[in-house]
C-alpha cells in the first residue's frame, strides 16, 4: 500500500518561511520522480516543484528564486522549502510520486501567509 503524509505546513506571515517534508513508503522511493503540488480556493491545482529520481528539478515561474525542492533516498522523504512567502502562496499543499506509471498523492497540508 503506497502512502504519502505530508507535514509541515500552517500559518505564517508574507515574508516568512516554511518547509515542507513529504514521508513515501510502499515505492521503490530512489526510483520514483516526486512532486509538489498545490491547490488555492476555487482554483485549480498546479505544479509547484518536481524532482526526478536524478536530482533534476523544475519549478513553476512564480516560485522560481524562493522555492526549492530537495529529496533524500536514504529518509524516502521529498521537501520543499519556500522562503519569502506571499499571500498568493496560500493553497493546500500536495505531495506527488510518479513511480512506475503511476500517479500517487498525499492527503495535502494547509499553507496559509498573511499579509
Known amino acids: 500500500q503506497v502512502q504519502l503524509v505530508e507535514s509541515g505546513g500552517g500559518l505564517v506571515q508574507a515574508g516568512g518561511s516554511l518547509r515542507l517534508s513529504c514521508g513515501a513508503s510502499?515505492?521503490?522511493?530512489?526510483?520514483?520522480?516526486m512532486g509538489w503540488y498545490r491547490q488555492a480556493p476555487g482554483k485549480q491545482r498546479e505544479l509547484v516543484a518536481i524532482?526526478?529520481?536524478?536530482?533534476?528539478?523544475n519549478y513553476a515561474d512564480s516560485v522560481k528564486g524562493r522555492f526549492t525542492i530537495s529529496r533524500d533516498n536514504a529518509q524516502n522523504t521529498v521537501y520543499l522549502r519556500m522562503n519569502s512567502l506571499e499571500p498568493e502562496d496560500t493553497a493546500v499543499y500536495y505531495c506527488?510520486?510518479?513511480?512506475?506509471?503511476?500517479?500517487?498523492w498525499g492527503q495535502g497540508t494547509q499553507v496559509t501567509v498573511s499579509s
Open positions: 506527488q510520486a510518479n513511480h512506475l506509471g503511476h500517479a500517487y
Open positions: 510502499g515505492i521503490n522511493f530512489r526510483i520514483a520522480i
Open positions: 524532482i526526478t529520481s536524478g536530482g533534476s528539478t
